[in-house]
């Protein structure tokens, strides 16, 4: 395995300049509360109106996107919907009888609140509105709060359409660390949220990291960067593939992008391809920045050492243009979403092919897939445990507990056994209680 092209910087875990300026900014919140955001507003958005969107401005704002807009987003919504109704019925609650008289048993909860965070910034993200709200109300979560940033006087009207149709009870007009401190206080709705999602900059980040460990709320992963892949063999269009690249390093000036090739000769074409596809675009400063600082092409011989190479950076997005698809879908193992063939770009799933672009970056996908409706369900278990199958699960129990050193639990046991089986002889030690 070599570089054709290896990364000049590399993309910094959490900023400990971003991460003290947020500590401040939520413990402002945690004791001003409503005011202390309104300050904030005021400081970060030139913001002194309502922010609770009105059902009035709602409409206004809805009636200002072109029909054509409203259509595409409404494609998006029903394939993102579509793709989470799917996902919420392939799980499913049971119960089961392992050992005669022990009912086991498993309930689906949706959360009672959800907070989806869209961002604003450079880019409107209507479409992070439908990919967190949808699939919030997919799970069956009752009451959703959707936030992003003010443009003006008013947020983005498409990504305004886009939050309603997907089912947002409330939309706040309200963007950074104080909408993500909102909406994990209730604060101006009542409404704590129990998880925050979405993507958003390096504050918003911190935000959500630093109140998911406060143990206030969960949240979907910590979002870094955007990152993506293309895993590309001999068979491959270079210009199809760099353009990809480019695509995503759009995101960015600090978004990385990678080839991982069996091909050299595709590689150095990609490598003179780049520079040129970045300075064709509007922006052409953004992508060839992330290009020049953090992208990179790496050679191997051979798929499988391509294969754990991908799996070792476990990339946010994975595009594969090489033969045999279904090699790759079954070999790969770490990566948020997986894009196969060249039909396949991740443009298609950032905005409407179905799966969720809210994605694991910084190597998360080791151990976290992206947002889907299982983030927002609560998996919890049940048991009825009959008085005669206490003979089996309670002297097991109880031995347990011993062997542990916990004989409160022991004794918890014991108490059963000797109620429900009173003058029985038991062959290991059963404690009897005093009578009080």
């Given at each position: 395995m070599h570089y054709l092209k290896q990364a000049a910087k590399s993309v910094e875990g959490s900023s400990k300049e971003a991460r003290a300026v947020v500590e401040q900014m939520l413990e402002e919140i945690r004791s001003g509360r409503e005011e202390a955001v309104r300050a904030l507003a005021r400081k970060f958005d030139n913001w002194d109106r309502e922010f609770i969107l009105s059902d009035a401005k709602r409409q206004k704002l809805i009636a200002s996107v072109p029909e054509s807009v409203k259509r595409d987003l409404e494609f998006a919504h029903k394939q993102v919907a579509g793709f989470a109704k799917a996902q919420r019925d392939s799980l499913k609650e049971f119960e089961?009888?392992?050992t005669p008289g022990v009912i086991l048993g498993q309930r689906v909860i949706p959360m009672d609140v959800a907070g989806c965070y869209v961002p604003g910034g450079r880019f409107a993200h209507a479409c992070s509105g439908i990919m967190s709200v949808a699939t919030a109300k997919a799970a069956g979560v009752p009451f959703i709060v959707a936030a992003t940033p003010p443009r003006g006087d008013?947020?983005?009207?498409?990504?305004?359409?886009?939050?309603?149709?997907?089912g947002a009870d409330i939309i706040l007009e309200m963007g950074g660390v104080q909408a993500i401190a909102t909406m994990a206080y209730g604060l101006y709705t009542g409404k704590p949220a129990n998880i925050l999602v979405g993507p958003g900059n390096?504050?918003?980040a911190e935000a959500k990291a630093l109140l998911s460990g406060s143990g206030l709320c969960?949240?979907?992963?910590?979002?870094?960067?955007t990152e993506s892949a293309v895993i590309a063999d001999e068979t491959a269009d270079p210009m199809t593939v760099a353009i990809d690249l480019v695509s995503q390093a759009e995101h960015g000036y600090?978004?990385?992008?990678?080839?991982?090739?069996?091909?050299?000769?595709?590689?150095?074409?990609v490598l003179e391809l780049i520079p040129r596809l970045c300075e064709d675009m509007p922006n052409p400063d953004v992508p060839l920045t992330a290009w020049n600082d953090y992208g990179e092409i790496i050679c191997s011989a051979n798929r499988e050492?391509?294969?754990?190479?991908?799996?070792?950076?476990?990339?946010?997005?994975?595009?594969?243009?090489a033969k045999d698809l279904d090699w790759w879908r079954d070999r790969l193992r770490s990566f948020g979403s997986l894009f196969l063939g060249e039909g396949s770009t991740v443009p298609h799933g950032d905005k409407c092919s179905g799966t969720n672009h809210i994605l694991p970056t910084k190597k998360a996908g080791y151990y976290s897939g992206g947002l889907n409706v299982h983030k927002f369900l609560k998996i919890c278990t049940y048991q009825n445990i009959s008085e005669q199958a206490n003979e089996v699960i309670g002297g097991a129990a109880s031995r347990l507990s011993r062997v542990e050193g916990m004989e409160g639990h022991a004794r918890a046991c014991d108490w059963r056994l000797r109620k429900f089986y009173p003058g029985r002889k038991w062959d290991f030690q059963v404690?009897?209680?005093?009578?009080?």
């Open positions: 089961t009888e392992v008013h947020i983005d009207p498409a990504t305004c359409y886009a939050m309603h149709i997907a390096a504050y918003v969960g949240i979907d992963v910590f979002a870094g960067p600090n978004s990385p992008v990678w080839l991982f090739t069996v091909s050299e000769e595709l590689g150095k074409k050492e391509l294969a754990r190479t991908c799996d070792a950076y476990a990339p946010e997005h994975v595009q594969v243009i404690y009897e209680h005093p009578k009080f």
